[in-house]
């Protein structure tokens, strides 16, 4: 397992074989379509070509900050390395460490940074199966249609949704960006039923296949807003496969098989550096009381386990002036904040 310890890279050129830099600014030119070509053995062909999907600049946004250079989490070389070898040998990332280390932040920096448009998510529970991942079909609504125009025969395809891991399989020519989020939640089943799915890169849905002779092809819904793709004989196949980030808090241990299909990162906690260039960049003006916020932030006490996002709430509070008048309903209300995350684990 690679270990990325905080800290930020230093001002060197980046290898020449790096695509992804770690820093969340979009690369000049249209990186995606600059991939190398995958390994042989990780080539797919899937057919029809489906146009690239929309951008995702507010959503991306709002999770990193403003694409800004004097405001940025630069990533360290161990983490860079893994995610590029990620890139070009077409496999998994999973991404592990504690809550509020910043595992899902890398799906969003490689969407910004290549350019790849709209993160897929799809969020892990002890409920999600692998069918929820890839499709849904709504058999009473269909049968409802049906009911209501007797004599026609509803589209199959109008009442399929793919989901995100299904969206992501569609045949761009670009790789998609598919963020697996939590996936130690999961039930004990799921990693071992994507096994079939990451090394084939395809699926197929069982209710177009039936109708695949009056319905050769046919337009579903997607996990992208207000977008349809076209499914040919009920069979969906990847032509670039996609970018798969998987987060793990390391709750459990995933089976040997799972593991050697994928590529691992480990991500520790970030430093005083990366804290503040996270601040930076969704509150660009950072004062002295802030500052201090983030010191205290990395002094907790050992193994009370906090997250990122929980420093965000406290340093946007100051600009309300809240630290300024009452130090002591200020200190009071800083520790209902930062209550520990280790205690919901």
Avoid at 55 to 84: F, H, S, T, W
Avoid at 220 to 229: E, H, I
Avoid at 292 to 312: E, M, T
Wanted: aromatic share 6%; glycine share 8%.
């Amino acid at each position: 397992m690679t270990s990325a310890a905080a800290g930020t890279t230093s001002e060197q050129q980046p290898p020449p074989w790096w695509l992804y830099r770690g820093d969340g600014i979009p690369a000049p030119g249209d990186l995606g379509a600059r991939l190398p070509e995958p390994p042989p053995w990780r080539s797919f062909h899937g057919e029809p070509v489906q146009p690239p999907p929309g951008e995702q600049d507010e959503e991306i946004e709002r999770k990193l900050g403003r694409p800004d250079a004097e405001a940025v989490r630069r990533a360290d070389r161990a983490e860079c390395d893994m995610v590029n070898a990620a890139l070009l040998l077409r496999r998994p990332l999973l991404v592990t460490g504690s809550p509020g280390s910043g595992k899902s932040s890398i799906a969003f920096r490689l969407a910004r940074e290549l350019r790849l448009g709209r993160v897929l998510e799809w969020p892990i529970t002890s409920r999600t199966t692998l069918r929820s991942g890839l499709y849904e079909y709504d058999a009473i609504g269909r049968a409802q249609a049906a009911m209501a125009q007797p004599g026609s025969e509803p589209r199959t395809g109008d009442f399929v949704r793919l989901g995100p891991l299904g969206t992501a399989l569609l045949a761009y020519e670009r790789p998609r960006v598919l963020l697996v989020d939590e996936l130690d939640k999961s039930d004990i089943d799921l990693p071992n039923d994507l096994l079939h799915i990451f090394e084939n890169g395809q699926f197929t849905v069982p209710e177009l296949v039936r109708v695949s002779r009056r319905e050769a092809e046919t337009s579903v819904f997607t996990d992208d807003p207000d977008r349809v793709a076209v499914i040919r004989e009920g069979r969906v196949r990847c032509r670039a496969f996609p970018i798969v980030v998987i987060t793990s808090n390391g709750e459990r241990e995933f089976p040997p098989a799972f593991l050697r299909r994928c590529l691992r990162l480990e991500l520790f906690m970030p430093g005083a550096a990366d804290l503040a260039a996270m601040v930076r960049a969704q509150l660009p003006l950072l004062v002295d009381g802030q500052r201090q916020l983030i010191d205290d932030f990395l002094n907790r006490p050992v193994g009370d386990s906090l997250a990122r996002d929980q420093l965000l709430n406290a340093v946007f509070l100051t600009t309300a002036g809240a630290y300024a008048h009452d130090r002591e309903a200020w200190q009071q209300l800083i520790t209902g904040i930062w209550h520990s995350l280790s205690l919901e684990r």
